[in-house]
């Protein structure tokens, strides 16, 4: 199989684990349209790439009521399918409420989860409306199944999403969009998220050529959960998290099919 889609609207490409999936989607000879806040970063892209490859959204997500706004000016000239890749992670000890940041906290969650829940019913009636293929595809992280005591908004804000995506592949079912979720490890990386270690974050983890060849390879084989397996544990830690991942996504069918009232 390969890459089934055409065109991409990828959310958060102007650093880390979106940036190097956006250049990688180009070279495939899939048509990126990169999105994020920093101007700058989208220009380089796009004179990297080129014009009639590439093109860029300045668009910050966490703002709600920019969504409608932002899906009613770029459907009409666009065919696409969605990525999103985006982020937001605060470290907070919650052994010392004091210290807690509430509004970190919040902001985990709201540019984590609420901003992808916005996003998507933005652009849901486009990608009902349209007869090829489709899709919306998020990208969680294993801290979704195994939250991490310190990174607990981010955690919470990835199981949320994750959860969401369950329930978006139940309603609408039998539509010809695809809900896909890529769940990945720590990335060693250019990327900005474990820059709050200083230089030993960027060092953490997977290399990001890793993962992007194994959620290209995910993803051009069709399949709608993903999870990138850190090759230093391969077999291991991933065979695991398939498990609970499966037993939780079946659990959720036999569920949503009784509040159906046993209708498949
Ligand atoms: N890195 C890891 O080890 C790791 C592990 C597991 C999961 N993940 C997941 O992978 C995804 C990407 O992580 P990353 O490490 O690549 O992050 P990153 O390097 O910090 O990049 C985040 C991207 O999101 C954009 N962004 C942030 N807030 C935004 C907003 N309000 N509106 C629009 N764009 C916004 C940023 O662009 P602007 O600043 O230009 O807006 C940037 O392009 C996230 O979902 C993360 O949870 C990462």
Redesign the pocket.
């Known amino acids: 199989m390969s890459f089934p889609y055409k065109h991409v609207l990828l959310?958060?490409?102007?650093?880390?684990?979106?940036?190097a999936m956006a250049h990688r989607l180009v070279q495939e000879g899939v048509k990126v349209t990169a999105?994020?806040?920093?101007q700058d970063?989208l220009d380089e892209f796009v004179t990297t790439h080129g014009a009639n490859k590439t093109s860029a959204e300045r668009?910050?997500?966490?703002d709600s009521n920019a969504m409608p706004k932002f899906a009613a000016e770029y459907i009409p000239i666009s065919d696409d399918t969605s990525i999103t890749?985006?982020?937001?992670?605060t470290i907070i000890n919650l052994a010392e409420p004091a210290k807690w940041d509430m509004q970190a906290i919040h902001n985990d969650v709201s540019?984590?989860f609420t901003?992808f829940v916005n996003l998507t019913h933005a652009f849901l009636p486009f990608l009902l409306n349209k007869r090829s293929k489709t899709s919306l595809i998020y990208?969680?992280?294993?801290?979704a199944y195994i939250p991490a005591a310190g990174l607990s908004g981010?955690s919470a804000s990835?199981a949320a999403l994750s959860s969401f995506i369950l329930c978006l592949r139940e309603e609408p079912r039998n539509s010809s969009i695809k809900v896909i979720e890529v769940s990945?490890?720590?990335?060693t990386?250019l990327?900005?998220?474990?820059d709050y270690m200083g230089p030993a974050g960027r060092e953490?983890?997977m290399p990001v050529s890793d993962f992007t060849d194994a959620a290209f390879a995910g993803l051009a084989a069709g399949k709608d959960e993903v999870l990138v397996d850190d090759l230093a544990d391969a077999g291991t830690a991933v065979e695991k998290l398939s498990q609970t991942v499966g037993e939780r996504r079946s659990a959720c069918n036999g569920l949503s099919k009784m509040l159906r009232g046993g209708k498949d």
């Open positions: 959310v958060g490409a102007t650093a880390g684990i979106g940036k999105v994020g806040r920093r970063r668009v910050d997500i966490a890749s985006l982020f937001q992670s540019v984590n901003s990208t969680t992280s294993h801290l981010y990835k990945l490890p720590v990335l990386f990327g900005e998220l474990h953490l983890g």
